[in-house]
């Protein structure tokens, strides 16, 4: 009974975030090729159908008590502040500050607080000093032409959720003005360093091996 439990918390936590993302929960059904899925061992067949049989029968739920899933509701209040902010913008300053979270309606209200005319969006964290290069490498990329494949993103990285965030918003990262009362003596630009070279993408530490002894 607690392992069910366990599960169905689980199961919950994820179409939670498939809804923050925007993502169709339903679309998760055809994400294995027929063609492959008898290939598949006995308990990923089993769980695939329990999967596609809860898909199906969870918005019938929602429909039937007259609701909507919590996450879907926070995605559309968002997007009505955005709405109403973007017709009769807020007199004074406005600012978000401290917000990590990449969502699609959350990137959407930024977007516009940071082009009010007294709008601000500071963002926590975000590594200036990283190389071009590795920025790009965080992903997501977009599908290979040829292939339909995109390369895979690194989430993983402390940094990938803020550039998708950037993305989202339409914002690139040469146009984020550094804030003038960020911590200065709480974090020095050395400490800063080597935690930026320490977290660099896995195809990239081989720049390691030419850094000056007091730059490792």
Sequence with gaps: MAEAARLGAELGRTLDQLLVEEADPARLSSLVDPLVEPELAGH???????LALLLARWPEELARRGRIDAADRRNRLLDRITRHWARTPPAGFVV?????????????LLRLVARLPEGMV????????????E???????????????????????????LKRL?????VGRGEVRRWRWGGGHDAPASRTRAIGRAMAPAAF????????????
Excluded at 143 to 157: C, F, K, N
Aim: glycine letters at 6%; hydrophobic letters at 45%; zero cysteines.
């Design 122 to 133: 500071v963002l926590p964290g975000l590594d200036q000093a990283m190389p071009e290069e």
């Design 44 to 50: 990923w067949q089993s769980a695939l159908a329990l």
């Design 96 to 108: 978000a500050a401290g917000i990590p979270i990449a969502a699609p309606a959350v990137a959407r």
């Design 205 to 216: 530490t081989g720049a390691w091996q030419a850094l000056r002894p007091a730059d490792r």
């Design 166 to 170: 950037l993305d989202r918003m339409d």
């Design 135 to 161: 920025w790009q490498a965080l992903g997501p990329h977009a599908p290979d032409p040829a292939t339909g494949q995109a390369r895979r993103s690194i989430e993983t990285h402390p940094q990938f959720q």
